[in-house]
C-alpha cells in the first residue's frame, strides 16, 4: 500500500509541474485548455522528444555533398550534377529536412565541423531562388550561426552575437505549440544558446547552410530515446 501511494505521490507531483495551454481558435469560440509537461532540463528530458531526421537531397544546393545515408552535408569546392528541382537553393549553400514539425515537442543533435556554419528551422513557403532565402534572413526562417569564431541568431534579418565557447555538437529544442525553439551546446550539460519565442503557423523543416568556404560539415546525430 505504501509503494502504490508513493507512485502515486511521484505522479501528482509530476503533474503539478505541468503548464496549461489556453488555445482559443477564434473569438466564437470557447479556449481549449490543455496540460504541457515541463521544460526538460537534462539530456535525459530533451533525449525523450528525439525525432529522427533525414536530409531532403532535392532542396540541396549544389556546392553540397550528401553521405552517410543523407543524414551528414558537407560544402565542397565542386559542383554536383544534381538535376534541376523547385525545391533546389540555387544561391545559398542550404539543404532542408524532409521531416515537417508541426504540433508537438521535438529534439536532435548535430555533430559540427569546420569554421562556417548555418542551424536552423524554416516553413515549406521559404523561398529556394534568389538571395531572400537564407536561413534567418527573412520572416519563414530561423536560425544559429558559427562564424567569425563566435555564435550568432538570426531570424527576420535581425542578428543578435551570442558571447559562448563553440561547440561541436549542439542541440537544437522546439515546442511548436508553445513557439519555442531553443538552441543548445551539449556536452556533460545542456548549456542554453538562445530561445526564440514566438507563434508557429505552419510546419517547420530543420535545414543547414554554409555561408562562406569550403570543408564545413554538419552531422544529424544518429540518436535514439535510450541513448544517455
Same mark, same amino acid.
Given at each position: 500500500?505504501? @509503494?502504490?501511494?508513493?507512485?502515486?505521490? @511521484?505522479?501528482?507531483?509530476?503533474?503539478?509541474?505541468?503548464?496549461?495551454?489556453?488555445? $482559443?481558435?477564434?473569438?466564437?469560440?470557447?479556449?481549449?485548455?490543455?496540460?504541457?509537461?515541463?521544460?526538460?532540463?537534462?539530456?535525459?528530458?530533451?533525449?525523450?522528444?528525439?525525432?529522427?531526421?533525414?536530409?531532403?537531397?532535392?532542396?540541396?544546393?549544389?556546392?553540397?555533398?550528401?553521405?552517410?545515408?543523407? @543524414? @551528414?552535408?558537407?560544402?565542397?569546392?565542386?559542383?554536383?550534377?544534381?538535376?534541376?528541382?523547385?525545391?533546389?537553393?540555387?544561391?545559398?549553400?542550404?539543404? !532542408?529536412?524532409?521531416?515537417? !514539425? $508541426?504540433?508537438?515537442?521535438?529534439?536532435?543533435?548535430?555533430?559540427?565541423?569546420?569554421?562556417?556554419?548555418?542551424?536552423?528551422?524554416?516553413?515549406?513557403?521559404?523561398?529556394?531562388?534568389?538571395?531572400?532565402? =537564407?536561413?534567418?534572413?527573412?520572416?519563414?526562417?530561423?536560425? !544559429?550561426?558559427?562564424?567569425?569564431?563566435?555564435?550568432?541568431?538570426?531570424?527576420?534579418?535581425?542578428?543578435?552575437?551570442?558571447?559562448?565557447?563553440?561547440?561541436?555538437?549542439?542541440?537544437?529544442?522546439?515546442?511548436?505549440?508553445?513557439?519555442?525553439?531553443?538552441?543548445?551546446?551539449?556536452?556533460?550539460?545542456? $548549456?542554453?544558446?538562445?530561445?526564440?519565442?514566438?507563434?508557429?503557423?505552419?510546419? !517547420?523543416?530543420?535545414?543547414?547552410?554554409?555561408?562562406? =568556404?569550403?570543408?564545413?560539415?554538419? $552531422?544529424?546525430?544518429?540518436?535514439?530515446?535510450?541513448?544517455?
Amino acid at each position: 500500500m505504501r @509503494k502504490e501511494l508513493s507512485s502515486l505521490t @511521484k505522479s501528482v507531483e509530476k503533474i503539478s509541474q505541468w503548464v496549461i495551454m489556453t488555445r $482559443t481558435s477564434s473569438a466564437h469560440e470557447a479556449p481549449v485548455f490543455t496540460l504541457q509537461p515541463p521544460e526538460p532540463q537534462s539530456r535525459d528530458d530533451f533525449l525523450k522528444y528525439f525525432c529522427a531526421l533525414t536530409l531532403d537531397i532535392n532542396t540541396a544546393h549544389r556546392d553540397l555533398r550528401l553521405s552517410e545515408g543523407n @543524414k @551528414k552535408v558537407t560544402c565542397e569546392g565542386t559542383k554536383a550534377e544534381y538535376p534541376d528541382h523547385p525545391d533546389r537553393f540555387d544561391i545559398w549553400s542550404q539543404v !532542408l529536412c524532409r521531416e515537417a !514539425l $508541426t504540433g508537438t515537442r521535438c529534439y536532435w543533435e548535430v555533430e559540427c565541423s569546420g569554421d562556417f556554419m548555418v542551424i536552423g528551422v524554416a516553413y515549406k513557403g521559404l523561398s529556394r531562388k534568389g538571395w531572400e532565402c =537564407g536561413l534567418g534572413y527573412n520572416d519563414k526562417s530561423w536560425s !544559429l550561426q558559427w562564424s567569425y569564431f563566435q555564435y550568432s541568431v538570426c531570424h527576420s534579418d535581425k542578428q543578435i552575437v551570442i558571447s559562448a565557447p563553440y561547440s561541436a555538437r549542439i542541440g537544437v529544442y522546439l515546442d511548436w505549440p508553445a513557439g519555442s525553439l531553443s538552441f543548445y551546446s551539449v556536452s556533460h550539460t545542456m $548549456t542554453l544558446l538562445h530561445r526564440f519565442n514566438t507563434s508557429f503557423t505552419e510546419p !517547420l523543416y530543420p535545414g543547414f547552410g554554409f555561408y562562406l =568556404g569550403f570543408n564545413s560539415s554538419v $552531422t544529424i546525430s544518429h540518436l535514439t530515446p535510450w541513448d544517455h
